[in-house]
């Protein structure tokens, strides 16, 4: 599993079931922590591949491309020259799982995709998921997401295949990506103030805040901790609460924890 910004220059954040706060950027989110902990559990072997790109380029343009090339030279020796056939899930971001440009708009350079998949003589399954998905504002929301729910109502993500062989994806990542997931309707709020996706899609179950962390007066901070962590990890859910108003739920996984807070 190589996940995006994950920092090779300390191992333990790879090497054990707790993610500690300087393991990526990324990783300091609760959610992608979980993604993590959870690979760990597993029993993935976790590969750092961008390891923050070159700082010496001139131009913000050259520094993302060097960043690409750096991020497959390193997929490359960590990977498969020790393997040539090695199964890999490459986790990234928005444009770096693109195999190709957008018609009638080149790219200034080729993305990690693109650039694999020629190093490697290959074809690699892209997918995206980072376009089809709802906004709390839907003015963020791709024009094409609500006809497509509206056309295909479903509980759970899905994908689109084509009448004869393949899949459909629409919108500017066509011919771009293999597959495009597109995902249900559930960022409102629930009872428990926390967006509807949370207990659904993540099955994460609510645990009230205890009584004696909420603050009277002010705001704070509310931390919840895998129990077996150090401080040196990344909470598993957090939330910030105000005297004298209804506090959101924390939204754990199963499991014992223990708490901290922020002033």
Known sequence: LACETLDDRRPAPLDSRMVEKD????????????????????????????????GTAKSMTERMRLREEEGLENLMQRIFA????????????????YERSARGNPSPYPMLAEILAKRLGTDPLTIDQAAMFAYPDRAGESQLYR???????????????????????????RGRVDMQIIHPDEVRLTE????????????????????????????RLIQAFHIEDSHEAVPADMVMVEA??????LMLPSGRYRYAVEE
């Open 244 to 249: 004298g108003k209804k506090p959101p739920m």
């Open 23 to 54: 393991a990526g950027f990324y990783s300091r989110e609760p959610m992608y922590t979980e993604f993590l902990r959870g690979a760990l559990r597993d029993q993935w072997k976790l590969v750092a591949y961008d390891t923050g790109g070159p």
């Open 82 to 97: 020790r393997d040539p056939g090695a199964k890999v899930f490459i986790y990234v971001g928005y444009d770096h799982a």
């Open 147 to 173: 006809p497509v729910l509206d056309k295909f109502a479903r509980t759970t993500p899905f994908v689109l295949k084509t009448k004869t062989s393949g899949y459909e994806v629409p919108g500017s990542s």
């Open 192 to 219: 428990t103030g926390r967006p509807l996706w949370m207990s659904t899609q993540a099955e994460l179950k609510p645990q009230a805040v205890p009584p004696e962390l909420l603050p009277a007066k002010g705001r």
